[in-house]
Nanobody, 127 residues
Framework: QVQLVESGGGLVQAGGSLRLSCAASGGTSSSYTLGWFRQAAGKEREFVAANRWSRGTTYYADSVKGRFTISRDNAKNTVYLQMNSLKPEDTAVYYC????????????????????WGQGTQVTVSS
């Protein structure tokens, strides 16, 4: 059983930056794809970014490419999401998720492909 705890959310003006962190416990993060999703009020949860440990690859939603960066520190069992040039439309609850990596590898951009979820952290971008 893996527990995920997000932190780093808050209120920021448009154009500003935030860094989200997600600390994993109860398992080694090096066996997992770690991802970030977000859910705005009244909308479905959507994929933001993911880091696949076995391939060393990262993936981004088109809406955040060039602005957000996902990274991980396996020694600390932590994944980060650096968010720059924030826009009001980035306002959402951001969730960290973990997907155990076993062949065949699952997709990284679907909610149902993840095994564990954090409780979420609110990010609000004011205009």
């Amino acid at each position: 059983q893996v527990q995920l705890v997000e932190s780093g959310g808050g209120l920021v003006q448009a154009g500003g930056s935030l860094r989200l962190s997600c600390a994993a416990s109860g398992g080694t993060s090096s066996s997992y794809t770690l991802g970030w999703f977000r859910q705005a009020a009244g909308k479905e949860r959507e994929f933001v970014a993911a880091n696949r440990w076995s391939r060393g690859t990262t993936y981004y939603a088109d809406s955040v490419k060039g602005r957000f960066t996902i990274s991980r520190d396996n020694a600390k069992n932590t994944v980060y999401l650096q968010m720059n040039s924030l826009k009001p439309e980035d306002t959402a609850v951001y969730y960290c998720a973990a997907q155990y990596e076993a062949l065949p590898l699952r997709v990284v951009n679907r909610n149902g492909a993840y095994d564990y979820w954090g409780q979420g952290t609110q990010v609000t971008v004011s205009s």
